[in-house]
T-cell receptor, first 109, second 114 residues
């Protein structure tokens, strides 16, 4: 069993829909990261959080430390949101990240 | 602009040849990382370095080598000992002193072994 599990693996939505991607982890962490990978391959960091909730534009990330679970929400989805979304966790030392397998999101117009 | 550059974007190699992937950053970050990405799998750590002239093996270091002679540069050599080198390789860096900060990724190099 992977230390970081994401669901779903693939997600197709219509433009405007509310989207949720889930991440569960089984190790103690210092922080959880949500990353976005576009078809060209480059990865950008969306959020880094260790408690509560963060919001940036239409993106919202939440984490429940007790349940070892995080969610990434996209409100009013748009075709440009189509990408792979990756959950990763860092441990106390912070020097390494452990990654989930990613969720391929496709938003159709 | 500050950032991480990787070159080349696409690389083709004949079986049995060593090849070196470049990673340069001008972000003044101490820590640098090399990851491998295969379809349907999460990123896996090959090597990482937190200081010049020092580096540690990650989870899949066999068949790879690195050097860290300068803070800005962390080249990865894929040797002929790597059994299945065709993959997408990503370099990243992070400021060690800002423990709350994330990793910053380069654009990646896609290596194909012919």
């Amino acid at each position: 069993k992977n230390e970081v599990e994401q669901s779903p693996q693939n997600l197709t939505a219509q433009e405007g829909e509310f989207i949720t991607i889930n991440c569960s982890y089984s190790v103690g962490i210092s922080a959880l990261h949500w990353l976005q990978q576009h078809p060209g391959g480059g990865i950008v960091s969306l959020f880094m959080l260790s408690s509560g909730k963060k919001k940036h534009g239409r993106l919202i990330a939440t984490i429940n430390i007790q349940e070892k679970h995080s969610s990434l929400h996209i409100t009013a989805s748009h075709p440009r949101d189509s990408a792979v979304y990756i959950c990763a966790v860092s441990t106390a030392s912070g020097s390494r990240l452990t990654f989930g397998e990613g969720t391929q999101l496709t938003v159709n117009p | 602009d500050g950032g991480i550059t990787q070159s080349p974007k696409y690389l083709f190699r004949k079986e049995g040849q060593n090849v070196t992937l470049s990673c340069e950053q001008n972000l003044n970050h101490d820590a640098m990382y090399w990851y491998r990405q295969d379809p349907g799998q999460g990123l896996r750590l090959i090597y990482y370095s937190q200081i010049v002239n020092d580096f540690q093996k990650g989870d899949i270091a066999e068949g790879y080598s690195v050097s860290r002679e300068k803070k800005e540069s962390f080249p990865l050599t894929v040797t002929s000992a790597q059994k299945n080198p065709t993959a997408f390789y990503l370099c990243a860096s992070r400021p060690l002193e800002r423990t709350w900060d994330t990793q910053y990724f380069g654009p990646g190099t896609r290596l194909t072994v012919l």
